[in-house]
C-alpha cells in the first residue's frame, strides 16, 4: 500500500512474539498481521481487553520494542520513515522530531525537579531555552500542577500529579504524531478535561495521535475510530 | 549525514591466551552517545581503552575524523600527534576522579590547565573560564583556590568534567563516571552529564555495568561478553526487548528499587 500524503503512519503486517531464551526458548506470541493507518490531525484509539497486545503495538511504533516482520511508515516531510527497518540514530532522530510518547508511568532521573523535567524535553525537542521554559509553565499550569510543586521533583507526587507531569513533558514538543498509553487513568474530571483539550488543540493543528485510553468518556469524545486489536491478538483466551 | 566521527575496524586484543576483544567493529557519529555495558571481564573497559588510543590493538584500526574532515587511523599517528587530539578533541572521564586530576593544583588549576595546553596564556580569561565551569557543574565559586585533595568524592568528579569539558571537546570517553560515588550524588551528577552532553552536541563512548545509567546516557548500546559484542542497537529497545539470550539474563537480573 502506498501511503496517501494526508497519511502520518502507515501499519502494514506486523508481527510480534517474544523469544524468551531464559526459559527454554518458549515463544510467546504477542499479536500478528497488525495494519492500520493514522491521518493528519486524527485519533486512532487501540481498543481491547487487557493483555490483547494493545501497549506493545505502540511501543513498536515508538521504535521500543523490534516488529519481526512488516514496516512501520511515519510520514518525514514529503518523504516516510520506516521505523521497523530504521537505523538507531533515525530513530533516535524521529524521536526528537516526529513522534512523542506518553507513557503509562513517570519514569525520570531522581532528584530534578518538576519544571525541569518538562523544560528539559521542550529543549530535547529543539526550542530555545527561554521558549522551552515558557512552554512548561503553559503546559503544566494548564493541567493544573499547582505552582509551589514545581520545583519539586515528582517522586513524593500523588499518581495524578506524576501522570499530568508526565504528559507535559510529553506535549512540550512539536512531535507530529503522540502515542499515548492509557495517559489519563488516574486523573480526575477537571485534569480529564483539561487533556482532552490539548488533545484537541493539538489535532486541529495537524497533529496525529495513536492512543490507549480505559476511560470511555474521554474515549468518546477524541477518538475517530477505536480499532480492535483482538482481531491481531495470537494469544489464547487473551 | 556526514561521515562516522569514530570508526571500529575489527578490533582484537589478546591478554596471555584470553581474548578481551573479538572483532569489535562499530561506528559513531557525531554527538551520539554509545554505551558500552557488560559485566567484570566482558573486555568492556579494554575496548574504551583501545578506542581512546591508550592501549594498541593486536589487529584492526580505530579511525577518527579530525576538524579538517579527514579520517585517520588513531595507531599510525604520531605520539605528538595523538597527543594533541587527546588536549584538543577529546576528554576522558575517569571512574577514580584522582587519575583524571593533578591533586596537587588547585581546582582552578586543573580546569586552566587545558586551556593553557592549547596555548591560551591569559590569566584572567583562564582565571574566568575556570569559574564559570565551576559554577557549571555546581562547584561553590569560593572553592576555586582549594586543592582537590579537600573535595569530596562527588564534587571531584564534577571537576574531573569541568577540566575535560572547558576545551569543548568533540569526543569525551567515561569509564563508570557515577562508579565509586554514593547514590545520594549519583543522581544529581547524571542529570548534570546528560544536561551538558546536549547541550555542547557531545559524542560520548561510555563503559558502565550500570543499565540504568546506560538507558539514561546513551542513545545506543553495546553489550559485550567475553571480548565479544553478543547485541548492539537504540538503547531503550536492546533494555525493554533484548534478543540475545545474554542480554536477556542481564536486564532480567537487575533489581528494580
Same mark, same amino acid.
Given at each position: 500500500m502506498t501511503p496517501r500524503p494526508s497519511d502520518l503512519l502507515v501499519v502494514e503486517a506486523l508481527d510480534k512474539a517474544f523469544i524468551l531464551h531464559l526459559h527454554g526458548g518458549k515463544r510467546l506470541p504477542v499479536v500478528t498481521n497488525v495494519s492500520f493507518s493514522v491521518a493528519r490531525g486524527e485519533c486512532v484509539v487501540l481498543g481491547g481487553p487487557s493483555g490483547v497486545g494493545k501497549s506493545s503495538i505502540l511501543k513498536i511504533v515508538f521504535g521500543n520494542y523490534r516488529s519481526e516482520c512488516g514496516s512501520i511508515r511515519l510520514a518525514d516531510g514529503e518523504r516516510f520513515l520506516d521505523i521497523a527497518r530504521a537505523s538507531a540514530r533515525e530513530i533516535v532522530d524521529a524521536r526528537r522530531r516526529l513522534m512523542g510518547y506518553v507513557s503509562q508511568f513517570l519514569r525520570v532521573i531522581p532528584r530534578v525537579s518538576t519544571f525541569d523535567i518538562v523544560a528539559a524535553a521542550a529543549r530535547d525537542a529543539g526550542l530555545e531555552a527561554s521558549a522551552a521554559k515558557d512552554r512548561a509553565s503553559s503546559l503544566l499550569t494548564r493541567l493544573n500542577l499547582p505552582e509551589r510543586l514545581w520545583s519539586l521533583p515528582p517522586a513524593t507526587f500523588s499518581g495524578g500529579e506524576q501522570q499530568r507531569v508526565n504528559i507535559a513533558r510529553g506535549f512540550a514538543g512539536e512531535h507530529r504524531l503522540l502515542i499515548l498509553d492509557e495517559?489519563?487513568?488516574?486523573?480526575?474530571a477537571t485534569n480529564r478535561e483539561a487533556v482532552v483539550e490539548l488533545i484537541a488543540e493539538r489535532r486541529a493543528g495537524g497533529v496525529g495521535f495513536l492512543a490507549i485510553f480505559h476511560d470511555d468518556d474521554v474515549r468518546a469524545r477524541v477518538a475517530d475510530r477505536v480499532l480492535d486489536v483482538s482481531k491481531f491478538s495470537e494469544r489464547e483466551g487473551a | 549525514m556526514s561521515a562516522p566521527l569514530l570508526v571500529a575496524e575489527g578490533l582484537f586484543k589478546r591478554y596471555g591466551s584470553i581474548a578481551a576483544c573479538r572483532d569489535i567493529s562499530f561506528e559513531l557519529d557525531e554527538g551520539e552517545a554509545l554505551a558500552i555495558v557488560g559485566e567484570s571481564g566482558s573486555g568492556k573497559t579494554t575496548l574504551l581503552h583501545l578506542l581512546g588510543g591508550l592501549l594498541a590493538p593486536d589487529s584492526g584500526a580505530v579511525f577518527y575524523r579530525g576538524r579538517d574532515g579527514a579520517s585517520r587511523n588513531l595507531f599510525e599517528m604520531s605520539e605528538a600527534e595523538r597527543r594533541a587530539l587527546m588536549r584538543a578533541d577529546w576528554g576522558f572521564v575517569h571512574q577514580d576522579a584522582a587519575r583524571g586530576l593533578r591533586m596537587n593544583v588547585s581546582a582552578g588549576g586543573n580546569i586552566g590547565e587545558r586551556l593553557m595546553a592549547l596555548g591560551d596564556r591569559h590569566y584572567g580569561r583562564i582565571r574566568g573560564a575556570a569559574s564559570q565551569w565551576l559554577e557549571r557543574v555546581e562547584?561553590?565559586?569560593?572553592?576555586?583556590?582549594? @586543592?582537590?585533595? /579537600?573535595? @569530596?568524592g562527588g564534587m571531584r568528579q564534577r571537576l574531573q568534567i569541568a577540566r575535560n569539558l572547558v576545551t569543548a571537546p568533540r569526543l569525551v570517553f567515561m569509564d563508570e563516571? /557515577?562508579?565509586?560515588?554514593?547514590v545520594s550524588v549519583q543522581a544529581r551528577l547524571l542529570d548534570l552529564i546528560r544536561g551538558l552532553i546536549a547541550e555542547m552536541g557531545l559524542a560520548v563512548v561510555l563503559v558502565t555495568h550500570d543499565l540504568g545509567v546506560a538507558r539514561l546516557l546513551s542513545n545506543r548500546i553495546l553489550v559485550m561478553k567475553q571480548g565479544e559484542v553478543v547485541e548492539s542497537g537504540l538503547t531503550d529497545r536492546v533494555l525493554d526487548d533484548p534478543q540475545a539470550p545474554y542480554t536477556q539474563l542481564l536486564v532480567s537480573s537487575v533489581l528494580a528499587a
Open positions: 495517559p489519563t487513568a488516574s486523573l480526575d | 562547584i561553590p565559586l569560593a572553592r576555586l583556590d582549594d @586543592s582537590p585533595q /579537600t573535595y @569530596s563516571p /557515577t562508579g565509586g560515588l554514593d
